[in-house]
């Protein structure tokens, strides 16, 4: 299994474009998570998936939006990017019972100036 | 609202000392309580969970302990190596918590020096 995949690794963006980040797992998790991280703190919730066709919102979704078309990818959108924006973004699945243990993707470090 | 908090923020220890890590939260209604590590540049990886009813959890020599009731967990990681220089992140899924989403804590930066 090659478990929770991101890309790109890095990107450079220029204030106002927009990109979409890439997240992908093959567990076959129903629950989906992406967080950003920036510099010397911990990682704050952008927004989460529980199934295919339901996203909702986390602390920070400003800015950003989400899909989730299949179990396996999950999608973020970021429009019109600000400096404010730029963070390390992570995607996490998990499982919907059991410990609930989330997996980690490697990040997406995103620079926008 | 839970928070997480770890202090301190930053350790510095030499190679063969027994490093503690703190991590404190709020609410005391958690299902799970969990450790990463994240290495500069990198993801996040798992190194140990807890549930609720559990009072510690141990790998190696990594032991996490658990007091639900004072809101507080500690990492202990035996004999220091230098390989264990990076970030320490803990994390509560509280009972009530939408999505089972995790609520984190600024991290331990850990520096093991040879």
């Known amino acids: 299994n090659a478990g929770v995949t991101q890309t790109p690794k890095f990107r450079i963006l220029k204030i106002g474009q927009s990109m979409t980040l890439q997240c992908a797992q093959d567990?076959?998790?129903?629950?989906m998570y992406w967080y950003r991280q920036d510099p010397g703190m911990g990682l704050k919730l952008i927004y989460y998936?529980?199934?295919?066709?339901?996203?909702d919102k986390g602390e920070v979704p400003n800015g950003y939006n989400v899909s989730r078309s299949t179990t396996e990818d999950f999608p973020l959108r970021l429009e019109l990017a600000a400096p404010s924006q730029t963070s390390v973004y992570f995607c996490?699945?998990?499982?919907?019972?059991?410990?609930?243990?989330?997996?980690f993707g490697p990040g997406t470090r995103l620079t926008v100036t | 609202k839970q928070e997480v908090t770890q202090i301190p923020a930053a350790l510095s220890v030499p190679e063969g000392e027994n490093l503690v890590l703190n991590c404190s939260f709020t609410d005391s209604a958690i299902y799970n309580l969990q450790w990463f590590r994240q290495d500069p540049g990198k993801g996040l990886t798992s190194l140990l969970l807890?549930?609720?009813?559990?009072r510690e959890q141990t790998s190696g020599r990594l032991n996490a302990s658990l007091d639900k009731s004072s809101g507080r967990s500690t990492l202990y990681i035996a004999a220091s190596q230098p390989g264990d220089s990076a970030t320490y992140l803990c994390?509560?899924?509280?009972?009530?918590?939408?999505?089972?989403?995790?609520?984190f804590g600024g991290g331990t930066r850990v520096l093991v020096k040879p």
């Open positions: 998936s529980v199934g295919a066709g339901i996203t």
């Open positions: 567990m076959n998790h129903n629950y």
């Open positions: 994390a509560v899924k509280g009972v009530k918590a939408a999505g089972n989403k995790l609520t």
């Open positions: 807890i549930q609720s009813s559990q």
């Open positions: 996490a699945s998990g499982t919907s019972g059991g410990n609930y243990e989330q997996y």
